[in-house]
């Protein structure tokens, strides 16, 4: 069978271009023992794959020149060699960018199209709904009357991890870049203040909408929105640092020296990576699950059709033209 993959070409110098992806043709293999042969129906793009395309140490090894990239991958089973999975199945896992491909059967995990769409098993149901949940609860532990302040707030985790909040009894504040995004997060889902971070008064309104202080901060973005963010925390604050997209194509981050911010409110800065609670994984899938089926969970996905715009849209991660979790939709289920 003919597919078609994404190779990486180049290491991006800043922000990434088109010249750093190179389309390739052959022909699918078949599915040996434990094999299966997937189509692919969504690919998700997301801002940690740009600190991949980096030839350096980090928690994940760097994509390799003329490799093929590799995240989230929602597909349908075509043909199994398997006896976990027969054709028809949808699954999920960490796959290749490709139209069709050969995966072990300990690679995918099998979706269920009845309790949600499957574009969510990359999204609120999967890796970004997981991150937000475990980095709120476990690291942020929000209480109630407290006050939640998230940057990168209609992204894909931020949302989440807002209405999470809500549903915790704390004061949300979210921070994003356009007032479609403000009006979204003011209107639908209901955070108590939205502030662009690209306004002139930007400092002012965050001022004023944490008048009693920040005692949560979610990290998603990093540099000068976060610096403003720290000289509000209040003592004993908790700041789960998920991302700092602000920095990622940036030859070098420099910023405030924060120590004594956090000696003297004794304030907890913890990164994490979903990947610390993948033991816990099917505990927050099943609570996203039980408030999204009750309405106290909502998400947005913008879905870009067409396995040859997938360079184009996680460019686009780094304009923030996303509402929600951005997805490249490659093609149909076969059986709907």
């Known amino acids: 069978m003919k597919m078609k993959e994404i190779q990486l070409a180049s290491r991006p110098e800043g ?137 990168g707030a209609a992204g894909a985790v931020g949302m989440v991890v807002g209405q999470i909040a809500k549903i915790k009894g704390a004061k949300v504040v979210g921070i994003a870049g356009s007032q ?23 400092a002012t309104e965050l001022s004023n909408a944490c008048e009693d202080g920040i005692d949560v901060y979610f990290e998603n973005v990093g540099g000068e929105v976060s610096d403003e963010v720290f000289k509000h925390l209040n003592v004993n604050a908790r700041i789960p640092v998920c991302g700092a997209i602000s920095a990622y194509n940036l030859q070098e981050d420099i910023g405030p020296r924060i120590q004594t911010t956090l000696i003297k409110n004794r304030v907890l800065m913890k990164g994490f990576l979903v990947s610390d609670y993948i033991q816990r994984a099917e505990e927050g899938i099943m609570q996203l699950a039980q408030w999204l089926t009750q309405g106290r969970l909502k998400y947005e996905e913008t879905i870009i059709e067409g396995f040859e715009n997938t360079p184009e849209a996680f460019i686009g991660l780094f304009k923030g033209t996303n509402l929600g979790k951005l997805l490249v939709k490659v093609a149909e289920p076969s059986i709907k």
Do not use: C
Request: proline fraction near 4%; charge should be negative; aromatic fraction near 10%.
């Open 15 to 151: 922000v990434p271009s088109h010249a750093n992806f190179n389309f390739i043709e052959g022909d699918s293999q078949a599915p040996q023992e434990g094999e299966v042969l997937t189509k692919t129906l969504y690919l998700s793009v997301d801002p940690y794959m740009r600190g991949r395309m980096r030839q350096e140490k980090s928690y994940a090894a760097p994509y390799e020149l003329n490799e093929t990239i590799v995240g989230g991958v929602v597909s349908e089973v075509i043909e199994s060699n398997s006896q976990k999975f027969q054709k028809g199945d949808i699954v999920v896992g960490m796959q290749k960018w490709a139209t069709y491909q050969v995966a072990h059967e300990s690679q995918l995990q099998k979706v269920n199209p009845s309790i949600a769409p499957i574009s969510t098993a990359l999204g609120i149901l999967g890796m970004t709904g997981l991150t937000a949940y475990f980095g709120l609860l476990d690291i942020g532990q929000p209480q109630e009357g407290e006050t939640v302040v998230v940057s």
């Open 180 to 202: 479609e995004k403000l009006d979204y997060l003011l209107n639908e889902l209901h955070f108590d203040a939205a502030i662009n971070y690209k306004s002139e008064h930007f």
